[in-house]
């Protein structure tokens, strides 16, 4: 109960942190929910995060149809929606009713319908949690016209780097990214190598090949996708161990 009312708390302060935005700045597209009332089977996705709460994201989440996921790029990027109400009538009533989401997941298109379905390319189509969603449409509708547009997140604490593979294979999840949400590139250092480039996997998920990483302090190097390059420096210590997590001080602004 404690994280879970902490991260509401942080939704609470992330709203105010979003200044209303001229009308032109708005794009349109579609909403639909899933995850249970309280979002509990939002946890997990596309993004592999897992535990949204334990990895600093919440129950204000959603999943992405392909034409916002692209191909995973758009992981921990953060949006502001709210109901266009020109075009329904089943807006939460509250003219400021608005979520504030991190995308967490994949809606993958459904090739039996037309065009994929909501999820289909080109759509833009969010498949919020139902929490987030209740927030500004009426549960009955199922699905309302959406007005949205990209926002800065806000994240409590750094970056988190978490270590899985095996051998010669590395890949790192990273988690928690403030400012534009997502990364663009990044590169590991060992002690006693040079920087070695880093590929995306899955999701938030990065992998390189090489030798001789076990047994090194470990730094990385990221490039966010608003440009801000970082490099978290002897971050992880020479004892680190296949699936341990590593938290830092530091954050994206942008």
């Known amino acids: ?8 708390l942080l939704a609470v302060a992330l709203a105010l942190f979003v200044s209303p935005a001229r009308s032109d700045d708005w794009l349109p597209a579609t909403a639909t929910f899933y995850g249970g009332a309280d979002g509990s089977d ?5 993004c592999g995060y897992g535990d949204l709460y334990e990895q600093g994201y919440g129950v204000n989440n959603a999943a992405l149809s392909m034409a916002l996921f692209n191909d995973g790029a758009s992981c921990g990027q953060c949006y502001v929606i709210r109901c266009d109400s020109s075009k329904t009538g089943w807006c939460k009533p509250g003219s400021s009713n608005f979520a504030v ?6 809606c993958p298109p459904n090739w039996e319908l037309p065009n994929g379905g909501w999820c289909g390319p080109p759509r833009p189509h969010f498949d919020m949690s139902q929490p987030a969603w209740e927030t500004i449409g009426i549960y009955s509708a199922g699905i309302i016209p959406v007005l949205y547009q990209r926002v800065k997140c806000w994240r409590s604490g750094g970056v988190r780097f978490t270590i899985a593979g095996f051998d010669h294979f590395y ?6 990214v403030a400012g534009s949400g997502s990364i663009q590139s990044m590169a590991v250092k060992g002690a006693n190598t ?3 480039p880093m590929y995306r996997n ?10 001789g990483l076990i047994g090194q302090g470990l730094s990385f190097a990221l490039v966010s996708t608003g440009g801000q390059n970082i490099v978290f420096q002897d971050v992880v210590p020479a004892w680190w161990q296949f699936g341990q997590t590593f938290n830092t001080y530091q954050n994206f602004d942008y």
């Open 1 to 8: 109960m404690g994280k879970r009312f902490l991260h509401q």
């Open 42 to 46: 939002t946890m997990g996705g596309a």
């Open 101 to 106: 989401v991190s995308a967490t997941n994949f």
């Open 171 to 176: 890949m790192v999840l990273i988690t928690n």
């Open 194 to 196: 040079d920087w070695i």
């Open 202 to 211: 899955w999701g938030a998920n990065w992998h390189c090949l090489a030798g």
